[in-house]
């Protein structure tokens, strides 16, 4: 039976199939039915409002506890706050720590606390005790010195981690420079402010921000109206009522001219380019819907304008956004972002700043304002699916001030935007001519292009900060040549350095002794020259040697791991340069040795010296010692820089030799420090035999 | 006040009733070898088109790694009856959203409409299958897309690159041994001919399996499927095979060096069975009972009390060849990466030869329960279960017998597998280091 029915289906299928037009989109069907059901509510004495969406299709529950305060400023305490948040849930004044991550663990089920939040989700079979447990851990809280002083130390660890994230630096010095670091939107974290925080500030942090007069409660799941709300007056009614908290705070200002605020982050790959201007928007506004479906079309997803331009056109990012946040506490912010590749981090500054003024100087298209639309009721419709939905909306109405019928007249609202309305509120809120660019990224590579950018004909000014948003000087990566330097100069320098001509003329030989270590394994390490192009350098680990390198007038031999090779004439002809004791002292006159420019060597100014294509010497300004060498190989594709660093000169005979040294190739580091150098003894021909 | 504590969580304990809601689909094939499951639930006017095929960062040859994330960008690029450039815009403009993602193991495209829009999402993913336009344009395009993807998740990101650490070691054969994401210089030596016979290899009907989940009308959606699909012809068959590893019988250690951190980390890896099996359920025990949650072993001691550890994890990262156990530590202050590895290993050593206690044993159960019952809780994650199901462990109704398995490891199951697979010797180490500037 069930085979005939297979084949009558197919019979069927096939003859549909000259039915079906894929070359035209499919047309949507008439619209679904949306049903908006109300959660129900009950406020306590102590000002706790409690929203409850009944759901049993699945067997758990969830509590939100929010706290609608306006911002808190933490002024010279930066980080209390953090910290009384994790030090909330590790039990109560009547439950030790352990006892109650124990119970928590034991049902499956989740705690977490914020500063100004707290939740718990489970299965329903075990809701009363969760909420008990919640309630009291946020109510009865278990400040010890002991969990403090952990917290601050993973609080600073963790910003330690961050110290170098590109994403992280970019936002701290946005934010500083928005709002000012003295806004509480502006503060931020640092070790040094985290450290002067004590226990008595977070402790005082807690008592004036978590009270019940704006909280709201939100259950969601497999629960019972009645049931719950006599457990959550048991369980709150002692959760004392504080003093309502001021906004009070120094409004922010928005620029008067656009201005590219520039981070320098030696280690980027990529540059972080947020482009943003201040705000004021509510979402009671008139113009709350316009300014969403306005963002929509800028830069709200992979379909917007910025997406289109800086990634699929582009290709410069991996994603380019926009964002407006709103509040009821003051200025919040639109922003436009991506993280782009370096080479391009002026071009995007261009594209974003055009895509901005873009939307505001022309009307948007009826297509573009169509598909924000039906982005925005799509994205309603699909959030329906979720029970806390509901629990969301209700939350919004009381806390944003919105009419009861706000969720209901949603998608007529929506409807109801006109292009005139994007345009309008593009001008107004977004500001392409009062913008603040924020740009954390690896400044050699991409300041002297970003210095350039010009937006409608004038030039962008760029400013300096650190990470932690204090203004500085501009990043000096190349320092101008001083008239009369040549390459010769910068030998005859060195020379003079290290103990002159002379000096140098009466060392006939070297031995050099030193110890280091790779990975761990220590090394030791032997250097021995002559002035008749012998040289030899022995590299042994516990005793045994792993690599040698020989050099005997016209013969050599280099080996390593066991395996030997005889080098070419090529290769001996360079080894024999290099054996050298001082082989400046021979390439005084050699004319294809160029003096490039001058570059920082750990903050000291160096003259850069192409000794070949391949090999760079860098001699110090100031002192004329020879700090660095570079060797750029090409290996499978690959372009590698060997580094040698040398450091720490000190006289040995006559001359001042580097007795440490640092190799480095790719991620591999060798340090040698050298323990004992002999001039003019300790050397036999046998040595190099 | 602690006693009372106990005694009424043990009796809730015992009680287990509570079960999440079953799962009811449908499953069948279509002529060309299409798997087709289908899933009804009217909570909300909200439906799901998904197609999971199975071909993932491990399908690949040598000097040719990344082919099966790349095309999950390149098949967004349009097909012959959707214009290049307005996969997204088609999405959006009706409503719906849409994403993609690619493990080692197999690919997943899907898009979430409200109810209406079904026909196109169907119609959509069928466009995709049968004709989508590969040319030099958009691979150049989404060349530089995941070059910045890379740049972004893993080489600019701090710990981007743990995983790349760990894989290089665990395997020396298996393709797993690579990024998922691919080597960029792999990408950009790849010629059009090679990106289009993988198409024609990978992506066709017989290699993968199509969900429908949500408010739906199963005979309609029914028809429209086989009047979408059923046109796309099925194609010879596909062979695979991969590398066998040999056993890892000796610890090593590397090092690692990630120019995007501060704190060094310590990683240590064993490898595990794949897909299905059921130790591998049982080492997902292991991973709870060693780093979920506050009171779990490694947390309460590295982290809480001894406060050696900024932050401790065990993770089973299970793949369909072969697993990759993986416990990982960033060190507190001055302590080294040793004294973390020893304090991993004490935990470890107990577990190979004690039986866990009673009560953690239910902690546990409760805790799988739990997960259980939220894998279940969104429509758009029903179908990628149940299309994972299917494909990965040959069972699509495991998405309602799952926790019958977890409910019947015991005690003594979780001391053999620890024995089985977590030996210091089965070991591989990685130091995750910063790297310094001129490195």
């Known amino acids: ?689 | 006040m602690k006693k009372t504590l106990f005694s009424i969580a043990s009796i809730l304990a015992l009680s287990f009733t509570a079960t999440a809601q079953e799962v009811e689909f449908e499953e069948y094939d279509l002529d060309n070898g299409l798997h087709v499951i289908l899933h009804q639930d009217n909570t909300a006017p909200v439906v799901t088109t998904a197609v999971m095929y199975h071909v993932g960062g491990k399908d690949r040859e040598d000097g040719r790694t990344g082919f099966a994330h790349f095309f999950e960008h390149l098949l967004f690029e349009g097909t012959e009856n959707i214009e290049k450039g307005k996969w997204f815009e088609i999405v959006s403009s009706n409503g719906g959203t849409n994403n993609a993602n690619t493990s080692q193991d197999r690919t997943y495209y899907y898009e979430v409409f409200p109810s209406n829009n079904l026909e196109l999402g169907l119609w959509m993913e069928s466009e995709r299958m049968l004709h989508p336009i590969i040319k030099q344009e958009g691979v150049d395009t989404q060349n530089e897309v995941v070059k910045e993807e890379r740049r972004l998740r893993y080489d600019n990101s701090p710990y981007g690159q743990f995983l790349f650490a760990i894989s290089e070691q665990l395997f020396d054969e298996h393709p797993y041994k690579d990024p998922n994401v691919g080597y960029m210089e792999d990408l950009d030596a790849a010629s059009l001919e090679e990106f289009q016979s993988y198409f024609d290899k990978y992506y066709k009907p017989s290699n993968a399996a199509l969900v429908v989940a949500g408010a739906i009308d199963v005979a309609e959606t029914k028809k429209m499927i086989q009047d979408y699909f059923g046109p796309i012809p099925s194609g010879p068959a596909l062979e695979r095979s991969y590398p066998k590893e040999a056993p890892i019988t000796e610890s090593k250690r590397s090092q690692f060096y990630d120019s995007n951190i501060q704190v060094p980390a310590i990683l240590t890896a064993y490898r595990t069975p794949g897909y299905g099996s059921r130790d591998a359920y049982v080492l997902n025990m292991i991973s709870s009972y060693l780093s979920d949650g506050k009171s779990s072993k490694l947390y309460k001691k590295m982290v809480d009390e001894e406060k050696k550890a900024l932050q401790i994890g065990a993770i089973n990262l299970e793949q369909e060849d072969y697993g990759m156990y993986i416990i990982f530590g960033l060190p507190l202050g001055e302590t080294s990466l040793e004294i973390l590895v020893d304090g991993m290993e004490e935990e470890i050593n107990k577990l190979r030869n004690t039986l866990i206690s009673e009560s953690d044993y239910e902690k546990l159960q409760n805790k799988a329960e739990t997960n259980f019952v939220n894998s279940n809780s969104s429509v758009e994650g029903i179908a990628n279960t149940l299309a994972r199901d299917y494909m990965l462990y040959d069972d699509t109704n495991l998405i309602n017998t799952e926790i019958d398995i977890y409910r019947s490891i015991t005690r003594e199951e979780i001391k053999e597998v620890a024995n089985k697979y977590l030996k210091p010797n089965q070991r591989v180490e990685v130091e995750y280091l910063p790297k310094k500037e001129e490195q």
């Open chain 1, 1 to 689: 039976m069930k085979k005939i029915f297979f084949s009558l289906l197919l019979i069927c299928s096939l003859g549909a199939v000259a039915q079906v037009d894929r070359s035209t989109q499919p047309k949507a069907g008439p619209a679904p039915e949306i049903n908006l059901s109300k959660p129900q509510t009950f406020t306590l004495k102590n000002g706790l409002k409690v929203i409850v969406v009944e759901n049993h299709k699945l067997p758990r529950v969830s509590y939100t506890l929010t706290l609608d305060n306006p911002p808190i400023a933490e002024n010279d305490k930066v980080g209390a706050a953090s910290i009384s948040g994790a030090l909330l849930g590790k039990g109560s004044t009547s439950i030790s720590k352990d006892d109650y991550n124990e119970e928590v663990d034991y049902m499956g089920a989740r705690v977490s606390f914020g500063p100004q939040y707290a939740s718990a989700s489970g299965l329903s079979q075990y809701s009363d005790r969760i909420l008990e447990l919640l309630a009291d851990a946020a109510i009865n809280p278990n400040f010890t010195q002991e969990e403090f002083e952990k917290e601050q130390t993973i609080l600073i660890e963790g910003l330690k981690t961050n110290e170098k994230s590109v994403e992280a630096a970019a936002g701290t010095v946005s934010r500083a420079l928005l709002y000012g670091k003295n806004h509480p939107k502006g503060e931020f974290e640092t070790p040094e402010a985290v450290k002067k925080v004590t226990l008595a500030d977070a402790k005082a942090f807690y008592n004036k921000a978590f009270i019940p007069n704006n909280a709201y409660l939100v259950v969601v799941g497999d629960v019972n109206f009645k049931d719950i709300k006599k457990e959550v007056s048991k369980n709150f009614k002692d959760w004392k009522k504080g003093t309502d908290l001021s906004n009070d705070f120094k409004a922010p200002e928005n620029l008067t001219a656009t201005e590219i605020d520039f981070v320098d982050m030696p280690n980027a790959v990529q540059s972080q380019v947020i482009v943003e201007n201040l705000v004021d928007l509510k979402m009671s506004d008139t113009d709350y819907f316009p300014v969403l479906m306005a963002n929509q079309i800028l830069g709200g997803g992979g379909e917007g304008r910025l997406f289109l331009n800086l990634r699929e056109d582009k290709g410069y990012t991996y994603g380019a956004y926009s964002n407006i946040s709103d509040s009821k506490y003051g200025k919040t912010s639109f922003s436009a972002s991506a993280s782009v590749r370096n080479m391009v981090t002026d071009s995007s500054v261009v594209a974003f700043l055009e895509e901005i003024d873009n939307i505001r100087q022309e009307p948007v298209s009826q297509k573009d304002l169509k598909n924000a639309k039906a982005k925005y009721i799509g994205s309603f419709v699909r959030s329906l699916e979720q029970p806390s939905t509901v629990a969301r909306f209700a939350l919004n109405i009381e806390t944003e001030n919105l009419p009861e019928d706000f969720y209901q007249n949603y998608l007529s609202k929506i409807n109801a935007v006109t292009i005139q309305d994007v345009q309008r509120v593009a001008k107004k809120y977004f500001l392409s001519d009062n913008a603040r660019i924020i740009i954390a990224g690896k400044g050699s590579e991409v300041l002297d292009n970003l210095e350039k950018v010009q937006f409608k004909g004038k030039t962008i000014p760029v400013k300096y900060y650190d990470k932690e948003a204090n203004p500085v000087e501009k990043p000096e990566y190349e320092v101008a040549m001083p008239e009369g330097v040549t390459a010769a100069t910068v030998f005859s320098n060195y020379i003079k350095a290290i103990g002159g001509k002379e000096a140098i003329a009466n060392v006939n030989s070297i031995v050099m002794m030193g110890e280091g270590s790779v990975q761990g394994t220590p090394l030791k390490l032997t250097i021995k020259k002559t002035t008749k192009d012998q040289f030899l350098q022995e590299i042994s680990v516990m005793g045994n040697v792993t690599s040698k390198q020989v050099l005997n007038g016209d013969t050599a031999s280099i080996s390593a791991q066991g395996q030997t090779m005889t080098p070419s004439e090529e290769q001996i002809t360079e080894l024999k340069k290099e054996s050298a004791i001082v082989p400046e002292l021979n390439m005084m006159n050699n004319a294809s040795i160029k003096l490039e420019k001058i570059e920082k060597v750990d903050g000291e100014n160096a003259y850069v010296i192409a000794l070949t294509d391949t090999k760079k010497a860098f001699y110090a300004t100031e002192s004329g010692l020879k700090l660095k060498e570079e060797t750029t190989q090409e290996m499978q594709g690959q372009t590698f820089v060997q580094t040698v660093i040398y450091d720490d000169y000190k006289p040995a005979g006559a001359i001042l030799v580097p007795y440490k040294l640092s190799q480095s190739m790719g991620p591999q580091n060798i340090e040698f420090t050298f323990t004992e150098i002999k001039v003019n003894e300790g050397v036999s021909d046998a040595d190099f035999q």
